[in-house]
Structure formats: C-alpha cells, structure tokens
C-alpha cells in the first residue's frame, strides 16, 4: 500500500512520521518503505520545503465532497371569511382560522412543505414530529430534507399590510448530498420546483440562501483544504459578496449574521497588527512559511501585493489545527462568530458551533424563489471547494494570481479621476466576477444570470 498524508489532528494511524511540524506521513503496512529523503523537498525559487503530496493521494477528493442548503422563505396563511389579497396569484393558498394558535399553524404548514417535497421524490419531515418523537435533527441530516422555522425571517412593512394574512417563516433544509453526482442539481431543482409551484412562498431581504460544504462521510475536510478555500475566500471576498444587492436594507446584516471576513474576522484584526508592527520597523521581514506550491509560487509573483493580504495569507497558513484556523476566520464578538464565510463550526467557540456539522458555510446569498439564482450559486460555491480540495488543478493557481492582481491594481489606481475609467462601477463588478468565473471554470449558462444581477445592482 502506498503511503498518504494526514494532518496530526486528523490521524487515524499509529504508525507515522512528522515532518515539519505539521505533516504527517502515515505507512499502514510494515512492509512499506518511504525513503526520508524524499518526505520533503527544498525549493531553491521559493526558499520552503513542500511535502511530497502530488506523490501520493490528497487528503480529500472531489469525490469526498457534499453540499447542504438552508433555504429561508416567509409563507402567508389566508385567514378563513377574509377576501384573498392576492387573486392573481394562481397558486392555492394556505388557510388558517384566528383561533389557531401559531403552534397550530406551524404544525400544518411544515406538514405541507413536507408533503411537497416528498412529491418531488425525496424523504421529507418536519421538526414537529423529530420533537414528538424525542429525536434530533442530526439523525435525519444525511436523508430528509427538515422544515422548521427560519428564525430571522419576517415580512415586510408592505406584506404585513396585505389584509387577511398571516405570515409564517420557515427554513427547508436539504439533506447532506453528494456533490459530484449528476442526479445531485436535478434532485434540488425538482424540490424547488414542486415548493415553488404549490406555495406562495416569498423570499424578502430577512431571508437568505445558506450553502453548506463538507464531506460525504461527515468528517472534516482537511486542514490544508480550508486553509486552501480560506486563502480564496479571503482574496475573493469583494468579487464574491458582490452578489448581494448594496441597496439591500439587509446589505450590512441588519437582519441575518453573515459580515465581510476582511473586516470583522480574528484573521484581518491580526494582518492589521502586523502591518502596523512592520510599519514602525526599519528591519526587513521574512516571509512565514507556506506549505502550500501553488499559494506560495503566487505569492512569489506577486512581490508587490499589498502587505495585509500578505500578511493575512501567511497567517492562516501558520494555523496547526482546525480549532485555530476556525477561530482565526472567525469574529472575536459574539454578532462576528458567523461570518459570510463561516468557518464557526471549526472553531467550536459555543454551543451551536460544537454540535453543527464540521462544515464551511457561505452565508451570503439573499433569500430568493429564482430557481436559476439558486442552482448557479451552488455551482459557484461547489467550484470554490473543488480548486481547494485538487492541489495540482490550475485554476486555483489562475485564480488565486488573478484576484491578487486586481487588487493590487485597484489600490494603485485609488484617487485617480473618475472620467478616465472605461468602465461603470457596475460594469467592472461584473467584469471581475465573470472572470472569476470563468477561471474556475463555472459553466457561462450557469453564472450568466446571477452575472446580470451583479452587473445591475452595483450601478452607482
């Protein structure tokens, strides 16, 4: 058997060798041998040792990879003997009587939900019977879709006027799915579409579009591939939220927690610092250890990028475990824990962190019914893991040079004239996210709308 390589806090084997600290190699069999020599290799253009990891397996596959959905919608209810306020929305209608109890409405909407989503082939339930029976949602997180309640959803002043309803909020979580299976969209898309079709559910700017990336057997992904999916994320950051809609009461998370990484994170309170610390000293720093080929020969091309994102990098890849890393990407306040990028679950800071599944979430999409919004954010964000999880794919290394570049270019060109720029602030937000996109090879019919939207919405 050949050798593979595990992080300290992932090893499940007795026999191992440490090499730099971090790295573990592990040989199952007594009979393998693995010659020293070649555990690590020094890089003359880069002054680092890289582990041997394109010589043995990764970590983590795509194929290792699955995806959860919190999807958070407000339902209205027609109360009986009052004139629907809605007569040319053709989709039946909730009812519900002013003598019931909220308890009472939730339980019958839930079972609703429930039942369309069964309709649409897949296993559904509802946290009013995982209650009765004295169960927990996690016993049903890898085969039912769960309604309950979506507890940051409420209607807005012009819903709350329409005379005759009453509004529920409910959250339909999907079920931990495979991510590289073709039947995977198609399931969900079939979900949406039986939801969509048989309830007036709204999707107002309390409600948001949660995705969850982890692994198919429910372990964590491995350090290097968060860390790898955290560089991304921190360097993309601008690219990537610039799918919300700045004109959004909810843009700065009034209603839901989801803040940018690059302000409210350990990670970014701890890159200032340095620059700061290095700021005030006439000695020249070394560059911290990347033990990462692809991040590190970026770096390398980029001498000029701006020193806290430098720093920030270079400091996520000090982390030595998933508590730490999860911790760094994570606020020191409790409103921050849960960030746009939430790593929280890693970090295991309160109770809700311990008892969530090891997961990385994005928390950044608004709340939605366009099934086409959906499904391409999904993709986007499946195609983020993918590159961290594949070390040796090259659209990381085109991706990761790409956002550096545009940054640096960015905060050269800062007070320059406004009249001279050929492009509309709207117009380049789209630009750069399309070319995001394309480097990680997000199919275009996939992304075109989503492209559209950002396009239109960040117009000055």
């Known amino acids: 058997m050949a050798p593979y390589i595990q992080e300290p806090d992932m090893l499940s084997s007795s026999g191992y060798w440490v090499v730099e600290r971090r ?5 199952p069999n007594s009979s393998d041998h693995v010659d020293p020599q070649r555990l690590a290799i020094e890089s003359p253009k880069h002054g680092i040792k890289h582990s041997l990891t394109e010589a043995t397996p990764p970590l983590d596959t795509v194929h290792d990879l699955s995806f959860g959905m919190e999807l958070k919608f407000l339902l ?8 629907d306020p809605e007569p040319e929305d053709h989709r039946e209608v909730n009812m519900t009587q002013l003598r019931d109890s909220e308890a009472t409405r939730r339980e019958q909407i839930y079972e609703c939900i429930a039942k369309s989503i ?16 004295a169960s927990h949602e996690r016993a049903f997180w890898k085969s039912h879709w769960i309604v309950k309640k979506a507890n940051s959803a409420e209607p807005t002043p012009d819903e709350a006027n329409l005379e005759g309803y009453v509004w529920l909020s409910v959250e339909v979580s999907s079920p931990s799915l495979p991510a590289k299976d073709t039947e995977t969209k198609h399931r969900i898309e079939a979900v949406l579409r039986s939801l969509f079709s048989d309830h007036r559910l709204v999707a107002n700017y309390t409600c948001e579009v949660h995705i969850h990336i982890g692994r198919t057997d429910g372990q964590p992904l491995s350090l290097t591939t968060l860390k790898r999916l955290g560089t991304l994320l ?3 950051e601008e690219q990537i939220r610039s799918i919300r809609n700045p004109r959004s009461p909810n843009y700065h998370n009034v209603y839901t927690w989801g803040f940018e990484t690059r302000k409210y994170s350990r990670l970014a309170s701890r890159a200032q610092e340095l620059v700061l610390r290095e700021h005030g000293s006439a000695a020249c720093q070394d560059g911290a250890l990347v033990e ?32 730490e890393l999860g911790r760094l990407l994570s606020g020191e306040k409790k409103p921050y824990r ?14 809700r962190a311990r008892n969530n599944p090891r997961t990385m979430e994005f928390r950044i999409m608004e709340g939605t019914t366009n099934i086409d919004y959906i499904l391409g954010w999904l993709s986007i964000c499946s195609a983020l893991a993918e590159v961290a999880v594949l070390r040796s794919d ?5 991706v990761l040079d790409r956002l550096i570049g545009q940054r640096h270019a960015r905060s050269r060109s800062i007070g320059a004239r406004r009249e001279t720029d050929s492009e509309t602030q709207g117009q380049r937000c789209g630009r750069e996210f399309r070319e995001m996109m394309d480097d990680l090879g997000v199919p275009r019919d996939v992304y075109r709308d989503l492209e559209a939207k950002v396009t239109l919405e960040n117009e000055v």
Not at 339 to 345: D, K
């Open 394 to 398: 090259g659209r990381y290394l085109m």
């Open 234 to 236: 921190w360097m993309g």
């Open 23 to 27: 790295i573990v190699i592990a040989i």
């Open 338 to 351: 849960r960030l746009g990028f939430n790593f929280s679950a890693f970090g295991l800071e309160d109770e």
């Open 76 to 83: 209205p209810l027609l109360v009986q003997g009052e004139q």
């Open 292 to 323: 990462d080929w692809q991040v590190a020969e970026v770096l390398e091309t980029h001498p000029g990028m701006q020193t806290k994102d430098r720093k920030a990098i270079e400091e996520l890849w000090k982390a030595g475990s998933h508590m």
């Open 118 to 133: 069964s309709q649409a082939g897949e296993e559904s339930t509802t946290i009013s019977r995982i209650t009765k029976d």
